[in-house]
């Protein structure tokens, strides 16, 4: 590598920090870090992961989380963060080098560039440590290793393929559609584009790449069926989604959704899917010729955006998923076009792609440094929680455990406190209520459905940890939740009539002391 290169790659890695630089401002990045924190902090405790502390992800999310725990002290999110930066550097540069290997050192460098610049583009959530980032690692190994395989026809390649794909969905159910787009580049698009290729050669291929994307799941299985929780592992991690994802569909219509949603993720990306939209069109040729490998790329592109439409709740955060098979496309035909035909043409390309790149991730940056994720708010936190959360340090136990009624996370990263229950949140405990206003902006009444299953384990729960405090955050309406005061539902007025008393009022939380 030349040092002109050495020293490109190096103002990119910095230009990468500099629009990470939110980290440094706010504790946590979105709500859904809060979830995995105190998951992690319950598996800190012994506890078991769809037992002791819920959610509908995959476990991966939460050991990543615990991991770094262990290493740099319990929510330490600082240290989470880092780890984040780490993650996406290291899939840029598997990114850069399988475009090294497709192209050359200009692609590699436009590879490494896109995925770190529009990562942290879109909105300020995007840089948090969210389970898409995390699965995105073992994608971009996946198709490295399926480039490999693909170019040396290596049976042990198509395994290993097979193993870093089926990694992907122990961060989220949706990296499975890597895997699906491998299976049908293998045993469809190459008996149709090779008309005298081995069948039968392929078909031993795609079921190497299918036994190794089968272990990761299945040695998972294995291990919590030995802990007895397999059976707590379907449910969440499968029959609840099923839930999720139906009621999203019955309650958000898709075509408003995917104009509120994912046509601006397209305008903060448009540079991406124009070189995309002519690398697809300079490459169709090499398909016809059965040179298709980049075939394989525009099915994983493909697969990739469909599986962010699932569910129609689209969140911003959704579309890291298409930004490995994207940035590679894009960053192919930005080589193309920067590296031959007119100069002055290709002035043209390398100022357009330099400033549709630098400009949304600084824009971005920017908002990310003002933007408070806790409160969804600007400057600070709107409604103020920390006096809250210093209370409830200053007058508990580091172990004693805390149960916050309402859909707050931030409350456990803050006050560094255990919870009590397995539920991060309690929406789910809520389900709908007739009378609430269908334009409240969450739409938390009519897009959750309620878990009939969930009462009992909450109460089991309760019985079982002895929660020195409960905090109720509907007074002060934290993430809409005034809705769902915690005296309305009976098992709760029960617990708090018998076992505990109202200590304090305070940032809109009720701190209620138990026995």
Same mark, same amino acid.
């Given at each position: 590598m030349s040092p002109k290169t050495i020293r490109i790659l190096g103002l990119v890695l910095l230009l990468g920090a500099l629009l990470r630089v939110p980290y440094l401002f706010h504790t946590l990045q979105d709500m859904d870090e809060g979830c995995y924190a105190g998951a992690a902090a319950v598996l800190?405790?012994?506890?078991?992961?769809?037992?002791?502390?819920?959610?509908?992800?995959?476990?991966?999310?939460?050991?990543?989380?615990?991991?770094?725990?262990?290493?740099?002290?319990?929510?330490?999110?600082?240290?989470?963060?880092?780890?984040?930066?780490?993650?996406?550097? %290291?899939?840029?540069?598997?990114? +850069? #080098?399988?475009? =090294? @290997?497709? $192209?050359? !050192?200009?692609?590699?460098?436009?590879?490494f560039l896109f995925y770190l610049v529009f990562t942290a583009s879109l909105y300020p959530k995007m840089i948090a440590a969210n389970s898409e980032i995390f699965m995105a690692l073992p994608c971009a190994l996946g198709a490295l290793a399926l480039l490999d395989a693909f170019t040396r026809d290596s049976r042990g390649l198509y395994f290993a393929a097979g193993l870093a794909f089926g990694a992907a969905p122990l961060f989220k159910q949706v990296g499975a559609v890597g895997g699906a787009a491998v %299976?049908?580049?293998?045993?469809? +698009? #190459?008996?149709? =584009? @090779?008309? $005298?290729? !081995?069948?039968?050669?392929?078909?031993?291929?795609?079921c190497l790449f299918g036994a190794g994307f089968a272990l990761p799941a299945g040695a998972i299985a294995l291990l919590f069926h030995r802990a007895g929780i397999l059976g707590d592992w379907?449910?969440?991690?499968?029959?609840?989604?099923?839930?999720?994802?139906?009621?999203?569909?019955?309650?958000?219509?898709?075509?408003?959704?995917?104009?509120?949603?994912?046509?601006?993720?397209?305008?903060?990306?448009?540079i991406l899917w124009v070189?995309?939209?002519l690398w697809v069109r300079h490459e169709a040729g090499r398909w016809r010729s059965g040179n298709g490998f980049s075939l394989f790329i525009l099915l994983w592109l493909v697969a990739s955006t469909g599986a962010t439409f699932i569910g129609s709740r689209m969140f911003g955060h959704?579309?890291?998923?298409?930004?490995?098979?994207?940035?590679?496309?894009?960053?192919?035909?930005?080589?193309?076009?920067?590296?031959?035909?007119?100069p002055s043409r290709r002035r043209v390309w390398k100022g357009s792609i330099l400033s549709l790149t630098l400009v949304p991730g600084v824009i971005f940056a920017l908002m990310g440094v003002f933007f408070e994720a806790s409160t969804n708010s600007w400057w600070r936190p709107d409604p103020d929680f920390r006096p809250a959360t210093d209370y409830i340090?200053?007058?508990?136990?580091?172990?004693?455990?805390?149960?916050?009624?309402?859909?707050?996370?931030p409350v456990y990263v803050y006050a560094e406190r255990t919870p009590a229950t397995r539920f991060m949140n309690t929406h789910l405990l809520t389900g709908y209520r007739k009378g609430n206003d269908p334009d409240e902006r969450d739409r938390a009444d009519i897009a959750w459905h309620s878990v009939p299953e969930a009462w009992p384990m909450l109460e089991a729960d309760l019985r079982r940890n002895r929660p020195e405090l409960v905090v109720d955050t509907s007074p002060g309406d934290y993430h809409d939740f005034g809705r769902y005061p915690i005296r309305d539902y009976a098992p709760l007025a029960r617990f708090l009539d018998h076992a505990c008393r109202l200590e304090k009022q305070v940032a809109g939380m009720d701190i209620y002391r138990c026995r």
């Open positions: 800190m405790d012994g506890g078991l992961p769809y037992r002791d502390a819920v959610e509908n992800k995959p476990p991966g999310i939460f050991y990543v989380y615990r991991a770094v725990f262990e290493l740099f002290g319990r929510y330490n999110m600082g240290a989470v963060h880092v780890l984040t930066f780490a993650w996406t550097i %290291l899939t840029a540069a598997v990114l +850069a #080098l399988a475009a =090294l @290997r497709l $192209g050359g !050192r200009l692609e590699a460098v436009c590879a %299976l049908v580049f293998l045993l469809v +698009a #190459l008996p149709l =584009l @090779r008309r $005298g290729a !081995r069948i039968g050669r392929t078909v031993g291929f795609a379907l449910f969440w991690n499968v029959t609840y989604p099923v839930r999720y994802v139906a009621s999203g569909n019955a309650a958000l219509p898709f075509f408003p959704q995917l104009l509120a949603e994912f046509f601006p993720f397209v305008l903060a990306t448009v070189l995309a939209a959704y579309f890291i998923q298409i930004l490995p098979p994207l940035c590679l496309a894009a960053a192919l035909s930005a080589g193309r076009l920067l590296s031959a035909g007119d340090r200053r007058h508990t136990d580091p172990d004693d455990k805390v149960f916050v009624w309402g859909w707050f996370t």
